[in-house]
Each structure stands twice: as structure tokens, then as C-alpha cells.
């Protein structure tokens, strides 16, 4: 009965209608759609799903780029593994400016599904959760939608497709944490409680959710499982222009002409995608620079558009990746300003488990909006400066502090001179509170 | 084997690696002052805090470095380490630099000043100088009951206070709330904190947010404190404790480390159970005459006792909350043949069996570690955390033991806290519980037995028959009855490390007999001796079973038949040792009574009443459940007459040309040579003659004030310090109070140089949670038994009778701590019996407001109270409630309605 359908050159994107109103389960199955589950379940043995996933490169949309394949195989397998597994989707999307997952999930829940149940198959898990942003109501109701028809044509639940592999899919919205993006404040936060990252090891896939191994996957990361099933390694390798398989969905937001997303190929240039897909910057505008992974990037500047956006030429670039959404900054924007903001949010953010977070993010902020109102003084970017320093990678728990805190140190870098500019000669005397 | 080298590196000083443990913990025990907040050594490590940052190379090429956090790094043969270098020093700078962006600068008016670990660590790290300039967050305080104040502005967000309280003591009522550094930690709303151990709150945050309510209520500088080692007079654990005294009365009370016996923790009815010594209705003199009353000087007091005894048969009464000195002196005073021990019949038979079980037993005597360190355990009739909380506290980790084996199993550190918990889930090392009512532990153990006390010890002669097939099995015991106990017993020969836990509890020699049987059996079972703990009520219950006597049943018997001249009751009131009745007839035929107490004079009328000296105010050696005698030193020199009670009585002794010696250490020698057993209080701590440097201790802290201040209102002239003749400490500020190597017994003050809190206890130990460096204080004196040629008691029968049962409660049973106001707002409601909603509804009493109790001798009308945990045979009532009287317990009642209800 197996249709043949050709390989898509866009396959995240390839059945999400241009009003966004998804496939409902025929007409995704007729679309092609679970396929590759079919072919998975019955054709393949779990080791062999994940060594395709390994072959074909595909790494973690999250931001942290960990090959997905890897992953998966750290998952133990074989009759001494624990009985009880779990898969969960990492779609708690709160980074700002970025607004993938979401278009995934309103546009193609299915192809999600059909992804956890894949994954779910190679690593063992029977149960398998969605840890949604409490904020994307219409993508919760198209994923409870998506579930239940695809519990209803036996793709999920028991026995799927008579192939005798249980998986269970669950929904469980968020309440609101960025930090929850975090895998293990995400685990925390599931099992009820608080959003605070856990020490590792051990990690999630040998001890997560309720101790049990868990793999804990981004949704694009899922929403690309499928595909390489379906059409093959080469297929997938084929649609990136560089050494990172596949296809990455592009964002852009700021002050451009056609903000949106895009799935192009891996490795597009951020010239390309701002310029070209999003039209540009607005009349009169010019680029000051831009965060070219979410908020928690380094700031480039114009002399890095021709970068290609993967993972190794953005981290030689000295940013990261990230979600691959791009965040622009126009020269008629405040940069305190929109560091500011960003730190607010950031310091906001923080979960309040340790100190430098905690108390150096909302300083930060403070400083930042002393320098925004024109309070700055002498001595206040090199505490800044110093403030990167300390809430750097390996000074606090996770990775939040260290993700805050990368657009005050690329900014402190890229533009200094304007900063400094921003800084009185002299404080007045009078303002300084000591000892309050 | 593996080739790494078989050290660590620090600061190009190598010391010996231990991968099992973290560099903190060893930095520490290296004497390096490596500053800390959210580790704790019995919390473990969760890198929170981020202050113990310390710089760590990959090898010796490696310049750079990076900061890691020295409590979440194990010392791996060849790790390097710097605590000097330039970036870990600015790191842990920064650390508190943040921490202090919200602490408000309140130090002056803090209760924790001077005694607060953030101030030695803003100290040690060296900030100084205050950057921010931007407004600090508040908060709001809540009234968190009678002994712990709250206030969070100061909180540096550690989480320690919610890791203890939740995740140690098992407290469910404080949490952390909100996020960012808008953390909020307290209850859901303002409340008295339910945990029994909410006061280790005060030592456990590092700062100022929950401090010791009564002592802020009445507050001194700690170094203005005058201290000594103390031993807790609240139950048998024998807590060590270091009050603190100014000005005449006991401030406060802070935990005092002993590894053996509390660790790092208190319960609160040994942290705010003093009061009762600053009461102002204390007798301050002795009183003479019975309707009036009136003061004698000492002098006069001494004479009259003496010629009262001169005129012979003059009987004492000693106490279980008496020293042993005192109960030795009224011994040796009067003659062996006329001391009692002040304990009904029923009470002895229990202390002697629990002596019994302890010294001869095939058993090796828990300590507080070994109760922690147990893979598997079997309770029998302890309700621990009202009878020995302590214990209950220890039982309570001991279930986390699977935990540790698990997280070792995956390659975890046990110190790792966050991933040890993680691994373990819901599993818990095996628990097995059985007592009449529900217990704080039911919901840790794998199950729990309800049942009244002679089913309880049915069941311990099941498990016994399990182990031992020649131990009898219980009469007609139900199939259930039988595979539980088969499942306990198998459960203890799987076990590496098994804990019995027996005691008092129920007031029952039946369960005591089934301890016995179950010990004997598992080493008949195994050739292994299994850990007992008993928890025994009063703070020398052990002791006085060791000087032995004759019981107040008897004295009544001799009363009855002949009378008694003069009656010497030594610190104990009659009325919670006997019914109403008996104590009513024993007096009547009772010529003088002499009482020579602490407690104010609501006991029965005395003819002449001497006023002791609390454990605060007099020196002397308690026995401890264990069998651990232990010294408790004087605080302060009293200003009214009150002395140790064996003080008044040696020198009525001198008056009746009798030798007992003029100091304790003569008494404690000559209690030791008439008991062979008690030789080791010798020991127990240092002799008065002891000397550091030729000095004696002080008891006044190096930083003590006012000394020439304090009495000027009366006396221009600076008062001479009081001499003490029965320890080595003076009451002064001259000396040597640091010496690391000292006895552990002769510490007044736990400080040393950078370190001002309680937490300077690191600088003492041997290693990290270790003995003191100068042996753990006390000696232990019984260490069970090789003899199992002791025959198995033979299980009670089955009864389908109703049998009154003790219900203990934490605040409330304990005669002492009852006196203090802030422990009366947590106490019982007061007295009522309960029953099992069933058996109300059977006699037909479920909706009478009173009932009627009724046995031999005993009539009492209570309120009823229904519980449902509670034993359907059991009759419950509660211990040590004033005015319900003695000898309550293990009797056969009936009940019904009032004789109003049933007119």
C-alpha cells in the first residue's frame, strides 16, 4: 500500500497550508504522513532507527546543537535497562524572538506526532509527554486534536498499528518559566515541581522524569525524525549546504521589512535570511547588528552577514547558533535600551537557585537602566564587563546566567565606543548612596 | 587498579585524594577557611551558593584553570586545586559581593550578630566596599510561632532552611516560594512552624532570617554569654547542649556537637525546654513549716535536716531526673536499706529490664550514627518522636540508606544531595513499625502494625519464632500476625546493618521481653549482635536503674506497716509516680516530708523545702539511653541559696560528722567505687584539677563585657568571681578557651579565629561530621552482652480486653519543659482519653462529651476523644498531662457514661 512520494526540498514545512490550518490525520496520512512510523515499526529495530538518526547528523533545534543520535544511544538499552522510560518534547518556546515550534505545532501536528512515536520506538519509551508554553493555546488545542485522532486510528496508545509497541502521548502546558527550557527544570517542573535545573549527573537519559531514563528532544529536533526515516540519510544530508544535515527553520525579528520564519536549507547565510527572506531592514534603517540565535546569543555584527547560519560557523563567528531565529538591532534603536530589556527579562527569568544568577542578573539590569537614563558612571561598563565574567559559564548552576549575559558581552565588545559614550565624564558626588 | 596518583594537590601542598568525598569537606578538615553557605554536613552538597568556588587544572601545564565548586568536586587522585589564585578569590568576593546586593545592613540590632556565618564569610572573603547603589528587595515577615522569628530581608537564599526542615526532618509546612531573587522562604501563611525541630532553624540559615524567638525576646550578645557544657534533663537521649547564661537566667540554648548522640540537631524541647529555671515562683531558699512558710538561711535549713535524721529512720526518695551524685549522696547518706528509687514497681521492672537488655543482651548499643547507618529496622511500641525525638530524627535518615546504595551504584557521590534523591525516588530502606497510634514515621516505613501493647509484643515473639524456630511463637497467632513477622525477619537477615528499636513507650515489660526475644534470636539466628536503641523517658532513668533501691511500692508497704518519721524526696513529684490514692495514704502516714527541688512549691506540702539547682546551675552526671554517663557543668552561679541537691546533702553529711567530701569530683569518686558499673564517670569529663595552660577554662567568652558593670547597682565594687570547687571552669574570662586537642567536655565555647557561628564546629572535629578531636564527651558504659544463654520469654496470650496505653506527646509529657510558655502554646490540650471511633460506638460512648474510666483503685471522668488511628483494644491516655496522677498505664478499664449521662 506504500505510496511513493518525493523527497520534499522543505520537509518541516512541506504539508503546512499557507493559512496554517493543519492536516487533520487523513489528510496527513494521505499527504504521505506516517509513513516513516509504519516503516520504523515494522521494518526497522530501534538501534537501527537511532543509527540513521546518528548517520544523518541531525542535532538538538534547542539551541545547544547535542547530535540528537548520540543522545538517544545514551539511553540504556537491552534486558538489564529499567522498564519504564520517557520521551518528552522540549516545546516550552520562551526564548524571545523566537517562534518555530509554534508554527510547527499549529501547522503540523501530526508530523510531530509521528515523530515522538519514532523516537519513542528507539529509545523504549512507552510514555512520552508535549511540555508546551503555557501561552501557545491554539497549538495546545491542535496538538490535543492531533492526538486524539491519532489515538483513535491506533498511531498512539496500545499496539500501535499492530506492530506490539505501546506509547502513550501526553500534553502538559506550561505555567510559565523560561527556564523550564532547561531539560532538567523542564523534568522538575513536570514532575510538579519547582523549575530548578538539576545537578548532573546523573542526566536525563539515565536518570529524568521520576528517575527513570528520559530523553528530552526539541520539537523541530522531533519534526525532522520522520523525514530521515522516510527518505534516508543521504536524502537529508543533501539538504544542507554544509556539514550540519538538513534543514533548519530560520527566523527573523526586529525592525525588518517581513519579519517571519523560514525553513531553508542549513547553513543559509544570515545575509540571505535578513536581507533577502525578510526583506531587509525598514526604510532608513540600518543594521547595528544583530543576536543571531534567540536572545541568549552574542550580538554579530554586519561584517559576519555572509556567515553561514550552522552551528560550527556561527560558534567560529564567536555567537551560537542557538534556535537559529535572529533577532536584529536597527541603528535607531537604543542598544542599552534593548539590553536592557533583554536583561530585565533575563533577571525575571532566573530561577533563584544560585547567587550570581540570582543577584548578578537583576544588578546587571539595574545598571543597564541607570546607564539607559543617564545615570551612568565611571566604573559601570567595567563592572559589566566584570558581571560577564562572573556569571559565566561554569560560575553558575546552569546556563541560563551564562546565555544572559552573552549579548552584555558581545555588545561590550562590538560596541564599546557608544557605551562609553552613554557614561557622564564625571558622576555627581551627591548621588552616590553609600552604605543604604 | 587505576595509576592516578594517590593524592590531591592544593596550593602545591598535596594531601591524600578521597574520590569518595568533596574537596569542601576535606578542605575544611585541612584547617583551610573555605567559605561555605549552602553545604551542610548533613544536608550534603547542592552547589547553590556558589561561594566555595576554587580554581581546579587539568594538569600540571594547565596555568588557567577553571572555577569549579569545591562541595561539588570529589578529590580524584591527581586533582589540583588552587583556593589562592587571583580569579577563585574574585569569585567568592563576588559571591557574597551579590549576596549583599539584598542583605540589608543591619548587623548592629541582628540577633544574629556576632554569631552569624555570613558575617565570617564576608570577613574571610574580604569584600568590603559596596558597589551597588540600587534599591534593595523586601519582604514581608511572618509570625511563625513562639519560638522561631522571622526575617526575611536578611535571607541570602542558601535553601539550606527548606532542605532541612523538608527533605531532613521531614517537616511539610515551610517552603520556597516565587522565583528569581524574589525567593520567599516561610509557610503558605503565617502559623506556628509544625516541626518539632524547627528550632535547629535558627543554626541551620547562615544569616539572621529565623533566629531564637524567646532568646531575642530577652537578648544578650553571645559573647557576652556566659557558657559550659551542658547535658539535656528532657528525655534519656542526653543531647548535648551549650546554654548560654547573663544576668541569672538561661538566654537561650544552642546545639552542642556530640556524634554519638544529636550531631548538629536539637529537638525543641531540649533547645526552649530551660524556662522552668528561670521561673520566678522558684524556690530561691529554703522554707520551713507547712501552712506558713517561712525563709531559712541555709545555715538553719542544713541543721534541721541534719537533726531530723539524727533522730533515725529517715527514708529518701531519689529521682530519674536527678543526678547520679544526688541520688548517690541521699544513698550513701541514709543507708542503702532506706533509699528508694523513686519509681513505681511497674516503672522499675521496665528500667531493669532495659538495663538488662543493654548490658547483657546479645546486642552492640546504637549510637546516633549507627541508628542512622542502618539498612533495616524494627520498631516496637515507640512512637519515637514524642518519647525520643532525637531518635525519631535519626530513624528518619536511616530510611534513605537504600538511597545512598543506589547513588553508589551509579557512580553518585552520597554527598551529592540533589542526585542521590533523584535516584532513590520513593524507595526507602526497610521500615517496620508497630505501636498503638500512628506514628511521624508510618508514611517512611514499608508498613505499620496498630495494635495494643501485648500485640505488639506477639508480634516481636513472631519475628523471634522467624529467626529462631526454638524462640515460642505466640499463642493462636493469626496467619497475618505470622507472614508480617516472617517478612520483618527475613528482612533482618538480608540486612548488613539491622536496628531494633525498643523502649517505654508503652509502658509494657511484654514488649521489653519481645525486644529481648528478637535480639536473642537474630544472634542464635546469625552469631551477629543487632543494634538496639531504647528509648527511655527521663534524663537518668538508666542511671538510677544502675544505683538500684528498692521501689515506692515498697516504701508504701513499709509505710503502712510502720510508718515513716522523715521522708526525703530528692527533685521528683510523687504525684506523676503514683495513683492519687497511694501517694494520698503514703503521706498520711508520713511524719515530716522534706523535698528538696527546683520546681516551685505545688508539691505536697513539705516541712522543709531546700532549693536545688537545676542541670544549669549545678554539676553532675546523667546516664543516657545508650548507657553513655555524661557530665553537665554549671552554667552560672545562682544568686538565691539554690545548690546541687548532693551539695546540701553532703554538708548535712559534715553535720552528722559524715564523710560524703565537700566537691563533686569526691562524690563522684566514691559513687564510682560502690558501683562497679558506673567506674567510668570518672571519665566522663575532667576532674576539677584539671588545667590548660595552669589556667582553669572560662566560662566567659575572651570578648565577655560589663564584668565591671553588671552588679555596680548594688556594689561600686567588682564582685569577685564565684569559685567553683567541682569543675574546671571558672566563672571568668581568664584563660585559655581555643585549644582544639582539649576534651570535648571541657569546650565552653565552640569559636575560633574567623569563625564566630555555631558552625566553627568544623574546626574541632576529627573529620567532617567526625568525633571532637578530643574524643567524643561521656564514656559509654554498657555495650550489650555475648550471653544468649538467657531463656525466651514466653509471648502474651491474646486478650480481647480494653488496656489503657500512654499517649506520648513531644510537648506536653516532659515534667520539666512543660514549665516553659513558649513549649505550653504547643503543647496538649490537656487530659482525655481516646478511643478508636469502633469500640466508642460498641460501648455506646460515640457521642458522650465525658466518659467514665474505671479500674482497681482508679475512677477518673475525662473528655472523650475519637481516634481513628488508634488501636481498637487500646485505651488511650495521655503521659505525663498534670493532675491525671501515676500508675495509669497497662490496665484492664472499663468505661462508660458519666453517672449524669446515664441519668
Known amino acids: 500500500m506504500s505510496q511513493k512520494f518525493s523527497p520534499p526540498d522543505k520537509p518541516l514545512t512541506d504539508r503546512i497550508r499557507p493559512d496554517h490550518a493543519p492536516f487533520d490525520v487523513a489528510e496527513y496520512e494521505r499527504a504521505g504522513g506516517y509513513q516513516a512510523l509504519r516503516k520504523a515499526l515494522r521494518t526497522m529495530g530501534p538501534e537501527e532507527v537511532i543509527g ?11 539551541g545547544a546543537g547535542f547530535p540528537t543520535g548520540v543522545k538517544w544511544g545514551m539511553v540504556p538499552h537491552g534486558a538489564d535497562a529499567p522498564a519504564q522510560k520517557y520521551l518528552i518534547a522540549n516545546g516550552d518556546e520562551m526564548e524571545p524572538g523566537t517562534f518555530k515550534d509554534r508554527l510547527l505545532l499549529e501547522g503540523d501536528p501530526h ?15 512507552s510514555v512520552g509527554y508535549l511540555f508546551l508554553r503555557g501561552e501557545y493555546v491554539l497549538a495546545a488545542q491542535r496538538c490535543q486534536q492531533a492526538i486524539a485522532e491519532a489515538r483513535q486510528r491506533g498511531l498512539l496508545g496500545r499496539n500501535i498499528k499492530g506492530t506490539g509497541f505501546d506509547f502513550e502521548l501526553h500534553l502538559h502546558t506550561s505555567a510559565g518559566r523560561y527556564i523550564c527550557g532547561e531539560e532538567t527544570a523542564l523534568i522538575n517542573s513536570l514532575e510538579g515541581k519547582r523549575a530548578v535545573p538539576r545537578a548532573k549527573p546523573p542526566f536525563p537519559t539515565v536518570a529524568g522524569l521520576f528517575g527513570r531514563p528520559t530523553v528530552v528532544n526539541n520539537v ?33 525579528s526586529g525592525k525588518v521589512t517581513h519579519p517571519g520564519a523560514w525553513e531553508l536549507p542549513m547553513g543559509t547565510t544570515a545575509r540571505e535570511i535578513i536581507e533577502g527572506h525578510a526583506g531587509g531592514l525598514r526604510a532608513g534603517l540600518r543594521l547595528r547588528g544583530f543576536l543571531p540565535g534567540g536572545a541568549s546569543t552574542d550580538f554579530l555584527t554586519a561584517e559576519h552577514l555572509d556567515t553561514p547560519m550552522d552551528y560550527d560557523a556561527i560558534a567560529q563567528a564567536g555567537s551560537r547558533m542557538g534556535t537559529g531565529t535572529i533577532i536584529v538591532l536597527d541603528d535607531q534603536t537604543s542598544l542599552v535600551g534593548a539590553l536592557r530589556n533583554l536583561e530585565h527579562f533575563f533577571a525575571q527569568e532566573s530561577c533563584g537557585w544560585c547567587t550570581p544568577c540570582r543577584d548578578g542578573l537583576p544588578w546587571t539590569e539595574k545598571l543597564l537602566a541607570e546607564i539607559e537614563a543617564g545615570r551612568g558612571q565611571p566604573g559601570d561598563l567595567e563592572l559589566l564587563a566584570q558581571q560577564t565574567r562572573l556569571l559565566g559559564p561554569g560560575r553558575t548552576f546552569c546556563a541560563h546566567a551564562p546565555g544572559a549575559m552573552e549579548p552584555v558581552q558581545s555588545a561590550l565588545k562590538h560596541f564599546r565606543a557608544e557605551l562609553d559614550a552613554l557614561i557622564p565624564d564625571t558622576a555627581p558626588a551627591a548621588s552616590r548612596k553609600v552604605g543604604s | 587498579m587505576s595509576d592516578k596518583p594517590a593524592y590531591i594537590v592544593i596550593d602545591g601542598t598535596k594531601h591524600p585524594a578521597d574520590p ?49 565548586m569545591a562541595c561539588m568536586t570529589p578529590c580524584q587522585g591527581g586533582a589540583r586545586f588552587s583556593l589562592d589564585d587571583a580569579q577563585s578569590a574574585e569569585m567568592r568576593r ?21 554569631n552569624c556565618h555570613l558575617q565570617d564569610m564576608t570577613q574571610m572573603t574580604g569584600h568590603s566596599y559596596r558597589r551597588y547603589r540600587h534599591t534593595k528587595r523586601t519582604h514581608r515577615n511572618q509570625d511563625l510561632g513562639p519560638l522561631v522569628a522571622h526575617e526575611m530581608n536578611r535571607c541570602i537564599a542558601c535553601y539550606r532552611c527548606v532542605r532541612y526542615y523538608r527533605d531532613y526532618a521531614g517537616g511539610h509546612d515551610l517552603e520556597v516560594f516565587g522565583a528569581h531573587n524574589h525567593v520567599y522562604f516561610g509557610r503558605a501563611q503565617d502559623g506556628i512552624l509544625e516541626s518539632p525541630f524547627a528550632g535547629n532553624l535558627v543554626e541551620v540559615c547562615p544569616t539572621g532570617v529565623f533566629t531564637d524567638k524567646p532568646y531575642g525576646d530577652s537578648y544578650t550578645r553571645k559573647w557576652d554569654l556566659q557558657q559550659a557544657p551542658s547535658v539535656c534533663a528532657h528525655c534519656a537521649v542526653g543531647c548535648n547542649l551549650m546554654p548560654g547564661e547573663r544576668y541569672g537566667r538561661i538566654k537561650r540554648v544552642e546545639n552542642r556537637y556530640h556524634e554519638a548522640i544529636n550531631g548538629y540537631f536539637l529537638c525543641d524541647r531540649g533547645r526552649y525546654g530551660y524556662a522552668y529555671t528561670n521561673d520566678p515562683q522558684r524556690p530561691r531558699h529554703a522554707l520551713s513549716g507547712r501552712a506558713e512558710a517561712k525563709a531559712l538561711e541555709p545555715r538553719a535549713a542544713l541543721q534541721q535536716l541534719a537533726d531530723w535524721i539524727a533522730e533515725g529512720d529517715a527514708i529518701g526518695v531519689g529521682s530519674p531526673r536527678a543526678s547520679l551524685e544526688s541520688n548517690h549522696a541521699l544513698r550513701a547518706l541514709l543507708g542503702a536499706e532506706q533509699f528508694y528509687r523513686g519509681e513505681s514497681r511497674g516503672t522499675c521492672a521496665l528500667d531493669d529490664l532495659a538495663l538488662e537488655l543493654l548490658r547483657d543482651a546479645p546486642v552492640q548499643v546504637a549510637t546516633l550514627r549507627d541508628i542512622e547507618n542502618a539498612d533495616s529496622a524494627l520498631v516496637l511500641g515507640e512512637d519515637l518522636l514524642n518519647t525520643a525525638p532525637r531518635l525519631e530524627l535519626a530513624l528518619r535518615q536511616m530510611t534513605r540508606n537504600l538511597g545512598f546504595e543506589l547513588a553508589r551504584q551509579a557512580h553518585v557521590p552520597t554527598w551529592q544531595d540533589q542526585s542521590v534523591r533523584l535516584l532513590a525516588q520513593q524507595q526507602r530502606s526497610a521500615l517496620f513499625i508497630a505501636t498503638p497510634a500512628t506514628t511521624s514515621l508510618d508514611a517512611m516505613a514499608q508498613w505499620h502494625w496498630r495494635s495494643h501493647p501485648d500485640g505488639i509484643a506477639r508480634l516481636g515473639h513472631a519475628v523471634a519464632h522467624a529467626l529462631d524456630p526454638a524462640a515460642p511463637p505466640p499463642a493462636s497467632g493469626q ?36 525486644t529481648a526475644a528478637v535480639a536473642r534470636a537474630y544472634h542464635r539466628a546469625t552469631g551477629r549482635r543487632l543494634h538496639l536503641a531504647l528509648a527511655l523517658p527521663e534524663a537518668n532513668t538508666l542511671g538510677t536503674a544502675m544505683l538500684g533501691g528498692a521501689t515506692l511500692d515498697e516504701l508504701c508497704h513499709r509505710a503502712d506497716a510502720a510508718g515513716i518519721r522523715t521522708l526525703i524526696v530528692l527533685e521528683n513529684d510523687l504525684r506523676r509516680r503514683l495513683p492519687d490514692a497511694q501517694l494520698r495514704q503514703l503521706l498520711e502516714r508520713t511524719e515530716r516530708l522534706v523535698v528538696i527541688d527546683h520546681l516551685p512549691p505545688d508539691t505536697p506540702d513539705a516541712d522543709l523545702l531546700l532549693p536545688a539547682a537545676t542541670v544549669f546551675e549545678a554539676t553532675g552526671s546523667f546516664v ?9 557543668v554549671q552554667t552560672f552561679s545562682p544568686e538565691g541559696d ?8 553532703q554538708h548535712t553529711a559534715r553535720l552528722l560528722d559524715r564523710d560524703l567530701g565537700l566537691d563533686l569530683d569526691a562524690l563522684t569518686k566514691d559513687c564510682a567505687s560502690t558501683h562497679p558499673l558506673l567506674s567510668g564517670m570518672l571519665q566522663a569529663a575532667p576532674a576539677a584539677d584539671f588545667r590548660l595552660g595552669g589556667a582553669r577554662i572560662p566560662r566567659q567568652p575572651h570578648r565577655y563585657s560589663g564584668r565591671t558593670a553588671m552588679q555596680a547597682h548594688r556594689d561600686i565594687h567588682e564582685i569577685q568571681p564565684t569559685k567553683d570547687p567541682d569543675s574546671a571552669f571558672s566563672f571568668s574570662m581568664e584563660g585559655v578557651t581555643t585549644t582544639m586537642d582539649k576534651p570535648a567536655s571541657a569546650v565552653p565555647l565552640v569559636w575560633f579565629p574567623r569563625w564566630n557561628s555555631p558552625q566553627a564546629i568544623n574546626k574541632f572535629q576529627s573529620e567532617i561530621g567526625g568525633p571532637w578531636r578530643g574524643g567524643n564527651p561521656g564514656i559509654p558504659l554498657l555495650h550489650g552482652g555475648t550471653d544468649d544463654h538467657g531463656d525466651y520469654a514466653e509471648p502474651p496470650a491474646p486478650s480481647s480486653g480494653l488496656q489503657t496505653v500512654p499517649l506520648w506527646h513531644v510537648f506536653g509529657s516532659e515534667e520539666l519543659s512543660n514549665r516553659s510558655p513558649a513549649l505550653r502554646e504547643r503543647g496538649l490540650a490537656g487530659a482525655c482519653v481516646a478511643l478508636h471511633p469502633d469500640t466508642a460506638d460498641r460501648l455506646g460512648l460515640a457521642s458522650e462529651p465525658l466518659v467514665q474510666l474505671e479500674a482497681p483503685h482508679l475512677s477518673l471522668i475525662l473528655p472523650l476523644q475519637l481516634r481513628a488511628d488508634l488501636d481498637p483494644q487500646s485505651v488511650g491516655l495521655p503521659a505525663g498531662v498534670e493532675g491525671l496522677g501515676g500508675g495509669l498505664f497497662g490496665l484492664a478499664v472499663t468505661l462508660r457514661p458519666t453517672p449524669e449521662a446515664q441519668a
Open chain 1, 52 to 62: 540513521m538518526v546518528k548517520d544523518a547528523g541531525l542535532r538538538g533545534r534547542g
Open chain 1, 111 to 125: 508530523q510531530f506526532i509521528e515523530g515522538m512515536v519514532i523516537a519513542a520506538y528507539a529509545i523504549g519509551a
Open chain 1, 220 to 252: 523541530e529536533t522531533i519534526c525532522n525524525v520522520p523525514h530521515i526515516i522516510q527518505f534516508g540519510v543521504d536524502w537529508y544530508k543533501n539538504l544542507s549546504r554544509t556539514a550540519n544535515g538538513g534543514t533548519k527553520l530560520y527566523g527573523v
Open chain 2, 20 to 68: 569518595s568525598r568533596n574537596l569542601l569537606e576535606i578542605a575544611l578538615e585541612l584547617g583551610y577557611d573555605l567559605p561555605y553557605f549552602c553545604w551542610h554536613p548533613e544536608l550534603g552538597s547542592v552547589g547553590a551558593c556558589r561561594q566555595c568556588a576554587v580554581t581546579q587544572y587539568a594538569d600540571d601545564q594547565d596555568e588557567r584553570g577553571r572555577i569549579v
Open chain 2, 94 to 114: 563576588s559571591v557574597i559581593e551579590f549576596l549583599m546586593t539584598n542583605h540589608p545592613h543591619d548587623c548592629p540590632v541582628c540577633e544574629e550578630g556576632g
Open chain 2, 479 to 514: 496467619r497475618e500476625l505470622m507472614s508480617r513477622a516472617g517478612e520483618i525477619a527475613d528482612t533482618l537477615l538480608a540486612a548488613k546493618r539491622p536496628l531494633l528499636v525498643s523502649g517505654h513507650a508503652c509502658q509494657s515489660l511484654a514488649v521489653l521481653h519481645a
Open chain 2, 624 to 632: 543516657n539511653h545508650a548507657g553513655r554517663v555524661q557530665r553537665f
Open chain 2, 642 to 649: 539554690q545548690r546541687a541537691s548532693w551539695c546540701w546533702l
